[in-house]
């Protein structure tokens, strides 16, 4: 049996994926997740061989539970499951080690194909989504990524920097890189791009 562990922060959008998947005759969800952090910690107890996930949920999304998973030493491998059509976010999933990544438009017998398809070792990712993460480098560092998405969410550079334990003229110096690096007007239309793009 595959063992799977889901993490998805919407009830009726897990219930749904435990469901599809206990169709299959060779597919167990072991363990359910709200939220990142808490897949992390079920993880650790269930033990399971693939781990599905969204990429955006509270405390740690997708993509850092599979960079945290890898650097604790699991051997699960993981599979986004997400609206992003981005290629961004695909090519930072695949830098976090994700060995899948499906949309959730997908035929929904793509799913359990991917999960066996992951579990034997392999890759399930969309070839065009693939061939495009390629194609646009993404400028930004991971601290100034970091400091855009709080600038983002209508946190004050003061704000920011006490968060990230940072000077003020710092988190300044940061958010204007990033706005001359995306050829924005302000943080606001930085966040923006960076998003449409998928590197936020």
Known sequence: MIRVLIAEDQTMVRGALKALLEIEDDIEVVAQAKDGREALELAKESKPHVV??????????????????????????????????????????????????????????KLASAIRSVHAGGRAIDPELAAEAWAEMDPLTDRERQVLRLAGDGRSSAEIADELHLAEGTVRNYLSEVISKLGARNRVEATRLAREKGWL
Request: hydrophobic share 45%.
């Open 52 to 109: 599905l996930t969204d990429i955006e949920m509270p405390f740690l999304t997708g993509l850092e539970l599979a960079r945290e998973l890898k650097s604790q030493g699991s051997r699960a491998r993981v599979v986004v499951l997400t609206t992003f059509a981005r290629a961004g976010y695909l090519r930072r999933a695949l830098e976090a080690g994700v060995a899948g990544y499906l949309l959730k438009d997908s035929p929904s017998e």
